[in-house]
């Protein structure tokens, strides 16, 4: 019986082992340390500083999206009333897995020399962006997933992500400094495509928030806000660094004011819905994605910001329950409101704006932007350009309008590769291998957790010492 | 009726709206990249690495206080166990209004050409402590306004503090690295102003708190304390600015040791009271401020985060409460205790310690610390020291006690200014246009927001389905 | 009877005072700034930028340091249902003394020059290091000591800590750079002598968590995770910097898949088990950090942080309730097996990665790496090598068997200074003069705080209008 229970109950348990292990070797055989972490080849073995190390340079942003991973996710998902254990140590258990496979995945495709994969810190930066996407994918379907599945997923997904953003990135020539459409554009339709395949009929009274709840969601949802630019930032440098800083600042400013407006006017009352303040001030994060570090100016960053704040709140309010009452997609989280309509806007902002980018507006650093402008290697225009900027990479002589295109072509190609990625993932996990959440345990932590007894509502109605049922039903929490 | 109801609760929409309008247009018109940010003008085209931008250099600091006005400053006013959801949101809210105001005022002070206002980071930083000048007013006031009155007062209030931050900074030429003059004792008094006008007559039992809620109180007032070092550093160099972070450090661990002694000192049964942990200990950061940069030695921060705590539990203790009933002021936060005294403090131990600075124990960074003690232009002086120091700007030729006479007369004039100012917007927020909250929703978050119904005590005590009032009344949080 | 009362329940006013009045002589006396934070001897007063200062390599991850020790330490220990209050303030409050007493401790052995200590942001880093020592050995006792008997504690434990630490670090030349050892493997087994003196019996049902105290308890959890990088590699640098980053992420990693599926092994009906996922996520930290910065490979971390999540999980499941009922020690937070287990694990890595240390493998950085493994001075090996490594100091010419044996020697002899001082700690903490817990306050902030009302189980079971105790018994947290 205890075989048996094993079966039904810890499935998870050697699938957790098992990947752990098969991580361990797979690093063993392909990952190593880059140069500028290796003690032998390092530049100067007398250094006392970080001089010549890019540890210096990446690593505060690092630690800035390595806090939105875990701390903004996994608070911002504790809204639920009996779903905060899940919410925070699931999203945990999840991210930590991504963090090993995806740096084997997009090691593969970023830094493999045929024999090893070489890692720095932005390995771990990229890993962490990675883990964003299958997080939000887990937001659109927390409470109606195992673990299990959820483990599953991600490793479906990551695999999957990694190729759509080498096409986007190496193959495509796109920006997408932010990743709005390589993160959240992915990680959201990948999400509700799962979803869809579930097709959970869910109508739980669990599915709600408590007034501690909401305040613990809430140092999620400032995390994130606070450090977005970090995230829109991380990867760039000089000049666009700080730009795409400026422009993340003020667009989620002007979203966060225009998210209060918008959720006063249309809820009930006029009073502030606080889905709508948790989720939806963070869309001028996602919108201004792509364009962060174009030359967008702060005023553009502000109405991009806007514009985000208002769809996504109209979507909560109008277009979530009708997706899910018409089209029977449930959107736990509404990732569709915060990643996937905004991070639409960010593809499509990024595409006009790249259309618009001139040498005479973005000096010579249009090369290192936008790097497949740089003119064809040996054409006279590369040897005039080259006069100029030293390190100039050749690139694929492509007009301003040209890139506008190869933006939008790539938007609508990571929808593509989300939503059939996402709906075969869904099938998979609907394997009976997997298991499922069976009816009663919908956004309920006694699935996988021991809930303290006195704490939890089921128990604490009737003390153990009165027999018979008490008409006085107490909801406490 | 729909009109008249939006026009009795819903004033705020359009506000909110308009000013976010406003300030798009504004910076459309006024604002722009300055060259570290502007992709045609930055220095090197080909920078892999934040060399010779400004980027890497504030960026961290820059973190940690804007952590500091939203996690921090948000959380630490969560302690009122009906008012967590106001707390953190309209203080998140309030914030993302002030910073892009504040970047127009203190933009059109500081690098105003005419035509342009030119943002880099440290606009976004220098928006951020103006956001701690609104933030601490609202303390004053926080559950006797509506967030319409608070949006209004930071409005006003941000342009007379960037008026009279100019004062003080570019026409007076003092010293106040961690603001404590210009923001804390501004912050404090212009809401104590505010609140004096408005004479809300308080006594609700709602301004209490849960254990819960005091456990949410500590996130803000930990991370308040942790990041103050960055607050009061984050716009000095080189070894100023390493100095400011070593006095700040000293200063808030022994306010700490002593507010906890104080506390225990006064309290019933010599109990530590959860108030004056949650501020007083932060007083220390507070009180060092002005002279935070300045030659004070570890041992005088101590001294002067000593007697912060010290003065700053009294006042908890036995000011309040009589200028509360006295003088009809109510504090909801203690700002006074908090950041009124002790920034007075900061303000005359800054003056004494300027007063003090000598050439021989500075060296020629005198020169930089105290820009108007440096010989005017054209002097014999001047020459002299021109010889020692290459980027020498000419001063006004201070003495060390002039200079301390400017601290000190800055420091009354910051109070005069906020303490009109605060009245005149107090008036203002009367105006029966912004409304004003109902006796019965003070410190209530059901004026602004729908909260969970089996959550909320008065709701809870007797369940739906159970029609008379039970005798037995629960106060669950 | 106020004196009375005030020598019965005030006893801790008087020594925190005391000390904190000694610490600002001391540092009156002996602390001075170091040059790179002073004003007249500051390297260049045109300075407009950190160059040349080492506050901007620092800062970042001393603040990460920082925000574990008082959010991480502080909300980790939250979990307890009634002793959320003291868990998040009184490890402030020790946290606070023991930064200025290590400044004092560990300054008189690494910068006092005969006259002054001298100090900087390394300074400020190492006190945060030494206060972790102190929170761990909390951990051990919390809820069965009063505050009093805590800040002696500290007093006591630090003085010993730097003692050994200056053995480890500056005589034996061991390798420690994540203070797995000096730190971890001190703090635990220092705390578990002193409640093996103490030895409350305790049986409490106030030992328990609530479902809220739980995902408090999850913030310190996470920021613990999160920072940990930058705790094991905080005082690197360069390429051992970056490599000590790199370490500590993937064997975090790893251990917090493990940690998942153990609990899940050992637990009833295989569910997680949040007292697991609290700290056992975290022992991948503490078992990496010895070898941190050394040739491990990602892989090699990964295996170590495996070991240490099984291990600990293992250790809270197994041994805990065996170490409780058999040897009488109590161990509140389960320190031996979240830092104790897993450092002795980090001692003996270390020491078999030092063992198998070579030139080949680490270039030149070898004999940065392990500064004993230098020749000595004078000797032709010594010459050879310098004419490769310019600022090459002297060494001991030891092997590197020989350093392998000196680092499990010190991990030894950190075994014996801790437990012996440990004893000592707890007899002197036994002295009627510091008072006791009584047997009803165990757990219980009711001991040092005025707990709301309304809020606390004992009070709130019967409301006060009901004088007829009620059958129906409610536990509400």
Redesign the interface.
Known sequence: MSLK??LM??R??PF??G??MA???L??VF???DK??????????????????????Y???F??V??MM??GF??LM?FL?KY??SA??VN??IA??V??WA?LCQGFYHTFDGRRIH???TS?LNADFASATVLISFGAVIGVTT?LQLAVMAVCEIAIFASNEHLGLEILRISDVGASMLVHVFGAYFGLAVSCVLRRDVSSEKE?????S???A??GT??L???WP?FNAGLA???????A??NT??S???C???A??IS??V????????VH?QNS?LAGGVAIGTAADM?I???GA??VG?IAGTVSVLGYRYLTPVVNRRLGIHDTCGVHNLHGMPGMIAGIVGAITAAAATQ??????????FSARAPLAGTPEFKALHH????LEPGLGRSASMQGGYQIATLFITLAIAISGGLVTGLILRLPIFGKVHQDHLFDDEM?????E???PQL?QI?S??ASP????????
Not at 208 to 212: E, I, K, L, Q, V
Not at 267 to 274: Q, R, W
Not at 448 to 452: A, F, L, R, S
């Open positions: 229970h094993f109950h810890g998870h348990i957790l082992l990947i752990q991580f361990i070797i690093f063993g990952v190593e340390y500028e972490a290796d003690s032998g080849k390092a530049i100067n073995a007398n250094a006392t500083t970080n001089e010549g190390n890019t540890i210096g340079h690593y505060p942003m630690q800035d390595h806090v875990f701390i996994g608070f504790t009333k905060g254990y925070v140590a945990f258990l930590a897995i963090l090993q740096t890692i720095t810190i771990l673990p709600g928030a408590t007034y501690n909401d305040i613990f809430m140092i400032i995390f806000w606070l450090f970090s440098e000089g000049d666009a660094q700080h730009r800083v400026i600042y003020y989620l400013a002007a966060c004011v225009t209060f407006a006063a006017l809820s009930k009352e006029h009073k502030f819905d606080m303040i001030t030359m100016h702060p005023f502000m109405i806007s005479e507006e973005y000096g010579y650093s249009l090369y290192r932007q100029h900027i030293e390190h996988c957790w021991e809930v303290p006195a704490d939890h604490e003390p010492h009165n008490s008409p006085m039903v107490l909801h406490q929490f």
